[in-house]
């Protein structure tokens, strides 16, 4: 009795086109039991361990929700219910969009506008056009400045590192203007750096007036592009990316602790928080667990109390229903190919680059790998030359697809070795 594996091995041929060679479609994985032989040894455990159920159980009231503002937000696995307005939830390495809700929608950012502004801050760091331990001078516009504040001296000077604390973790609006004084000359011309960076980042729902997030008409972010400026943050700056992990700042005798809730309860290493009455109480948050990191924007929530409880729910909920799985390592042997008139009989088939995907737990009872290649692939062949490619469906996503080469030369038969191959296919014909 032939296995179920080797049935999913055999090949599929439709009508030969006119150079004789066959549209090849080779099911090379289906569930988990395949998995196995394609990973590497050590990650067999990740495919074949008892996964816990995708559905997300309904959630619990969040404090301080009216009732009747739950409405769905869209995911992987169906609808999650979320008070939050506005909403978007991205897996860090891969990219993939776990959950979103109006996520390109323009909002008002509040002090999530302040991602945007270390942004800028930190790419003087890097160019050495500011230093950490450099003091800016405070200016009258900086100390009357209203809202959250780190409390700078009328006329003092304040060193860029504690600018930076004061910015991130006290949320203070003056250290802000202080900084855009600082690196620009005026909160105008840094607002201009600020929008440069953004259409530069791809932020196309992005645009700021000012460099805190005080509300002005035209100053907007969408909730997708919030993850998309947290992302940029870990990956282009990580030797300043500590900043947004402490807990507390004591700055002219006062201190105060980090508005974000997940940060202070060590849940999340990161990022910020935002609260103006047109756009209500907002969070972006960052966290890895096992080596997966998720990023997570939130934003439309009707208190402070609702902004840690959702933030926090909805975090969870991302790591308990999804992982991310290495499907094809780059250079690994996939296949082995006939080869028409070759001085070997096939050549190995190989991916191009590493296979990584997020996909709900029990990914692995659903995902189709396929290897599409027209067979037999004529001699000569060159270690490199895309021959076919590498087909992942049934993932919940769109069919992604990756080029697949050779693995090795393989040379032409010389013209007697041809003569008897070509006789040996027509007497085998007869």
């Known amino acids: 009795m032939t296995s179920g594996h080797t049935r999913l091995r055999a090949a599929t041929l439709s009508t030969a086109p006119h150079d004789g060679r066959h549209p090849t479609r080779r099911a090379i994985l289906c569930g988990a039991a395949s998995l196995l032989a ?11 361990r008892k996964h816990r159920a995708a559905a997300a159980a309904p959630p619990a009231a969040a404090p301080d929700a009216p009732p009747g503002t739950y409405t769905p937000a869209n995911s992987l696995i169906g609808p999650v219910d979320t008070p939050a307005r506005w909403a978007c939830i991205v897996d860090y390495t891969t990219g993939a969009v776990l959950l979103e809700k109006a996520a390109d929608e323009r909002m008002p950012p509040s002090s999530l506008t302040k991602m945007m502004t270390a942004y800028v801050v930190f790419g003087m760091l890097r160019a050495g056009r500011l230093k950490l331990d450099q003091s800016l001078t405070v200016s009258e516009k900086a100390w009357r400045m209203q809202g959250s504040k780190m409390f700078v001296p009328l006329q003092g000077s304040v060193m860029v590192s504690d600018l930076i604390q004061g910015m991130v973790i006290q949320s203070g609006n003056d250290a802000c203007i202080v900084l ?3 690196v620009a000359g005026s909160e105008d011309q840094f607002v201009s750096l600020m929008n440069a960076q953004a259409a530069q980042l791809g932020m196309t729902n992005s645009h700021f007036m000012n460099a805190t997030g005080w509300p002005a008409d035209g100053h907007y972010m969408s909730a997708r592009d919030v993850t998309t400026i947290a992302m940029h943050l870990i990956h282009d700056f990580p030797e300043y990316y500590h900043f947004f992990s402490e807990k507390s700042f004591r700055y002219n005798k006062i201190s105060q602790e980090n508005r974000n809730a997940l940060v202070v309860k060590g849940i999340a290493d990161g990022l910020k928080t ?7 109480y907002g969070l972006c948050a960052s966290s890895e667990r096992g080596g997966n990191r998720i990023v997570m924007a939130v934003n439309g929530l009707p208190s402070s109390n ?3 409880f959702e933030s926090e729910r909805l975090l969870e909920w991302a790591f308990v229903n999804f992982e991310n799985a290495t499907l094809m390592h780059s250079g690994a042997v996939i296949d082995n190919a006939p080869v028409w008139l070759g001085r070997a ?3 190995p088939l190989v991916a191009t680059r590493d296979i990584l995907l997020t996909l709900p737990h029990g990914w692995q009872n659903r995902v189709h790998i396929s290897l599409d290649y027209k ?5 000569p062949v060159t270690a490199g030359q895309q021959v076919g490619e590498v087909v992942i469906s049934n993932t919940g996503l769109a069919d992604i697809r990756v080029p697949v080469v050779a693995g090795a030369d393989v040379g032409r038969l010389g013209l007697l070795g041809r003569a008897s191959a070509v006789l040996g296919q027509k007497l085998g014909h007869h």
């Open 38 to 48: 394609l990973l590497p040894a050590g990650r067999g455990a990740l495919a074949a």
């Open 180 to 182: 855009a004084e600082g």
């Open 274 to 280: 935002g609260h103006t009455d047109a756009g209500g």
């Open 306 to 308: 609702a902004r840690a």
């Open 345 to 347: 009989p096939t050549v």
């Open 375 to 379: 067979s037999p692939i004529p001699a």
